[in-house]
């Protein structure tokens, strides 16, 4: 069974960073795509970023620039680093894994204060 553990979040003041990680277990991580999404209060769930498992990415128009995603095959973790953050990118973070099946994590909290 698959597991994603995230952790990094936190609060942080408008215009610093945070990066965010998700350690993936009980999965063949490499042939996942993995990808970032978050919900804020009273808002569905948006992605945010993906990377394939060849190393393609895409993300959202509102990160462009300021976020980017990686992914470490050897350990089996991906990586959301979060530059310039703004009051709006506050949401609870949750990982994801995608091939033949899909997992979730339980997400982290992330909180940028003006």
């Known amino acids: 069974q698959g597991k994603l553990v995230e952790s990094g979040g936190g609060l942080v003041q408008a215009g610093g960073s945070l990066r965010l990680s998700c350690a993936a277990s009980?999965?063949?991580?490499?042939?996942?795509?993995m990808g970032w999404y978050r919900q804020a209060p009273g808002k569905q769930r948006e992605l945010v970023a993906r990377i394939s498992s060849g190393g393609s990415t895409n993300y959202a128009d509102s990160v462009k620039g300021r976020f980017t995603i990686s992914r470490d095959n050897a350990k089996s973790t991906v990586y959301l680093q979060m530059n310039s953050l703004k009051p709006e990118d506050t949401a609870v973070y949750y990982c994801n894994a995608r091939a033949s099946r899909q997992y979730w994590g339980q997400g982290t909290q992330v909180t940028v204060s003006s």
């Open positions: 009980g999965i063949i991580f490499s042939i996942n795509t």
